[in-house]
């Protein structure tokens, strides 16, 4: 039986979920700077959202050794601020009449493969998909008139908007794998009170 009572926490920056989440901050920081007014309030509510979910994965992660429970509930704090930042850019897409990529759409897959690690490196993603859209829109014409600038700036917008999403499955799916697994971990192991009594015993009985 151990006998740390107050075991190792913090170590937030190793977690992937920290790391994806902090990408889906600094994506959307750059994704509302460029397509919303600065000063509307859904602009700041979407970098709020984003902000906690980092926040709250860092802070979970440092009261992990004193308070299983509290770990457990930041780091739900931290999903449900996500789950807000989706559905957001989901409004985003919808109320301009922007397509939602499905599932199985391939251009999701094409950013997860690049496990992508800064907001230059999905930027770059962006265009690259970009390029690709304006090469279908032309249907091998050789004219790059034909595409407007108005639906390549739509492209664009419509490019990041969903790529951001992707990086929010992404982080929600480790996220719900992480609660699972510190609900797994305070079912056997208990928090602070549950060691101490353990620790208290043992000591009683010469351990």
């Known amino acids: 039986m151990s006998n740390v009572i107050i075991p190792k926490q913090g170590g937030y920056r190793k977690l992937k979920s920290f790391q994806i989440a902090q990408l889906v901050y600094d994506v959307t920081v750059r994704f509302c700077n460029r397509y919303m007014d600065k000063r509307s309030r859904t ?16 802070e979970g992660s440092q009261v992990s050794g004193t308070s299983r429970k509290m770990e457990i509930k930041l780091t739900n704090v931290a999903r449900a601020s996500l ?5 957001d850019y989901e409004d985003f897409l919808r109320q301009r009449g922007l397509p939602l990529w499905s599932r199985e759409d391939s251009r999701r ?3 997860i493969e690049r496990r992508c690690r800064t907001a230059d490196e999905v930027a770059e993603w962006v265009r690259d998909m970009h390029k690709d859209y304006g090469q279908n829109r ?13 639906s390549a700036g739509e ?9 951001a999403l992707v990086l929010i499955t992404v982080a929600c799916s480790l996220l719900d794998r992480q609660v ?15 060691r101490l009594y353990r620790a208290r015993s043992e ?5």
């Open 155 to 163: 492209s664009f917008s419509e490019i990041a908007a969903n790529g």
């Open 138 to 150: 032309q249907g091998g014409q050789s004219n790059k008139s034909t595409v407007s600038i108005k």
């Open 109 to 111: 897959a094409s950013l």
């Open 83 to 87: 789950e807000e930042l989706r559905l």
């Open 180 to 194: 699972r697994a510190q609900a797994e971990s305070f079912e056997k192991e208990g928090g602070i009170t549950e």
């Open 203 to 207: 000591k009683r009985r010469g351990v």
């Open 43 to 58: 602009h700041d509510q979407m970098v709020q959202a984003a902000r906690s979910g980092v926040q709250n994965i860092a």
